[in-house]
């Protein structure tokens, strides 16, 4: 149950006092919580103290926890603290972070402190393809921004993986490859979707037929984003200032991340019939970008696009039955099964000749 702003803002100024005892008058304010979001409970906030003798003010944001299930069946909060702590100053724009808290947490669900960025993010509920901020831009402006958020993308998969500590996102138990593991996931998410509302046959045979085509030839292993889209990118004009959204990071093939942007692009346009923005460079354009600025060939990109929309499918169900839980989407509905995701996933199963 999502908390009040009163009740969060004195329990997060007594929880402050506590942590900080050196903070003296400290005051919450402009306590709010933006649109958007399916998997976690997000606060924006001011903070004003006085600290060491000088007062401060620091524009924050907070996230906490779920305390019910909602988009994964698990929600691992301090993965998303820790891989935004190993990316700091690492080329991948990434917020501050201020504190993370699991052990005395006055929510009784962790949670963590980070920098608040002013700028904006594209929306997909609208599509900004269609309407907003975006879409008002001119051409060229829209191209900066496409490939803004191409180069951040990019970054990220040309972290030292190894240097910088990611290893602990290997998941060794579930396969002897990052491809193998992801697989095995996407199996277990399916039956945990299904325990909840119902059979989803099109997709497992969509997860099949990505089981059965794996590439043979050894793939690189990087760094990957794992929600790399451009409604996670923040921006200030047409410059990307922030990579947000850090509840979906894996090892693996980088071609992976770049399939996940272009197949949700195109779901929140072609495959909903709205007009993709004029400015945004193609596909053949995008994945030339991407390469000059990664490093990788984008060899098998066919195949990680018909994944990442079984993968956004899957989501889409999760998203739906968390909706119709939370009584926010009556219980006969079919927008689990009727949704971008299906949409995208059935182009791509025209274009390459998968029957499901």
Known sequence: MKQDAATLGAKLVDWLGRRFPEAKDIVISDLRSPSGGFSNETWLLDLDWVRDGHAERQALV?????????????YDLKLQYRCMELLQDSGVPVPRLFCFCDQDS?????????????????????PYHGVGWLHDMTPVQ??????????????VHRVDWQAQGFGFLDRPHLGATPLVQMIAYYRNYLAWIEARRRPYPM????????ESHQPQQPEPMTLCWGDAKIGNCLFQGTRCVAALDWEMPYLGNPVSDLSWLLMLDRALSEAIGIPRLPGFADRGATVTRW?????????????YEVF?????????????????????????????????????????ASEYGLDL
């Open 291 to 303: 390469s000059a600025a990664s490093g990788y060939g984008a060899e098998h990109l066919p195949y």
């Open 142 to 155: 829209q191209g900066e921004v496409w490939f803004q958020c191409v180069d951040t993308i990019a970054a």
């Open 203 to 210: 997709l497992h045979r969509a997860l099949d037929w990505v």
């Open 62 to 74: 907070a996230r906490l926890q779920p305390q019910v299930a909602g988009t994964f069946p698990e």
């Open 308 to 348: 990442s929309a079984l993968k956004f499918s899957a989501i889409m169900a999760a998203i739906t039955t968390a909706l119709v839980s939370h009584g926010l989407m009556p219980e006969d509905t079919d927008m689990d099964l009727r949704n971008p995701g299906t949409a995208v996933l059935a182009l791509y």
């Open 106 to 126: 006055p929510f009784d669900v962790p949670f963590y402190l980070m920098e608040r960025i002013d700028g904006l993010a594209p929306l997909e509920n609208p």
